[in-house]
């Protein structure tokens, strides 16, 4: 089954308006990771290892290891935020790593 | 900024041949790793490496060989590609991946007839 679940599947915002990733894990994990994939498709770190909340710009992480769940909220959002957004984690007992299928982003003016 | 390249970038083969990943770094990091992405999905893990000479199984090895022959090398060979392993093949490359940022390769397309 999946290990990383992710939600929504897609999200169509209007410019400026804000959004709220989801991303819920099903086994016990290490640590987790935030990614950007670009239309093109070239893959970006957004961030890593986020405990606790962190932010980047217009980008906030808040991730709970124990409760195995991570959001991501973008503010405000921008056309060029359009893209897909992945959630990854290391496992607990073997190390292994598992992305989520994404969220789909469509920002329009 | 962390380079990794990757090569080729498109690649057709034929059920059966051989096809060989190439993949480069030049930050000196540890551990690389291998994943596919299939259309409408996310990455999943091949082959991994903590180093020069050392290749771990991911979460899909199966069809799949790695050669670590350097620290800046990677590779993922194919020896009888299938229809099924046409994909997006990205390469990545970083410290600790719990606790540093990855840093991937443009993409290669790999489309097996």
């Known amino acids: 089954g999946q290990q990383v679940q992710q939600s929504p599947a897609s999200l169509v915002l209007q410019e400026g308006e804000n959004a709220e990733l989801q991303c819920n894990f099903s086994?016990?994990?290490?640590?987790m990771q935030w990614f950007y994939q670009r239309p093109e498709g070239s893959l970006v770190s957004l961030f890593y290892n986020p405990s606790g909340t962190k932010q980047s710009g217009r980008l906030t992480s808040t991730t709970v290891i124990k409760e195995r769940r991570s959001s991501l909220h973008i503010s405000s959002s921008q056309i060029t935020d359009s893209g897909t957004y992945l959630c990854a984690m290391e496992r607990n007992n073997n190390n292994r790593i598992f992305f989520g299928d994404g969220t789909q982003l469509v920002v329009k003016p | 900024e962390a380079a990794v390249t990757q090569s080729p970038r498109n690649k057709v083969a034929v059920t059966g041949g051989k096809v060989t990943l190439s993949c480069n770094q030049t930050?000196?990091?540890?551990?690389m790793y291998w994943y596919r992405q299939d259309t409408g999905h996310g990455l999943r893990l091949i082959h991994y490496?903590?180093?020069?000479?050392?290749?771990e199984k991911g979460d899909i090895p199966d069809g799949y060989k790695a050669s670590r022959p350097s620290q800046e090398n990677f590779s993922l060979i194919l020896e009888l590609a299938t229809p099924s392993q046409t994909s997006v093949y990205f390469c990545?490359?970083?410290?600790?991946?719990?606790?540093?940022?990855?840093?991937f390769g443009p993409g290669t397309r790999l489309t097996v007839l």
């Open positions: 930050n000196n990091h540890n551990n």
């Open positions: 490496s903590y180093g020069a000479g050392s290749t």
């Open positions: 990545a490359s970083g410290w600790d991946w719990g606790d540093a940022e990855q840093f």
């Open positions: 086994t016990s994990l290490n640590s």
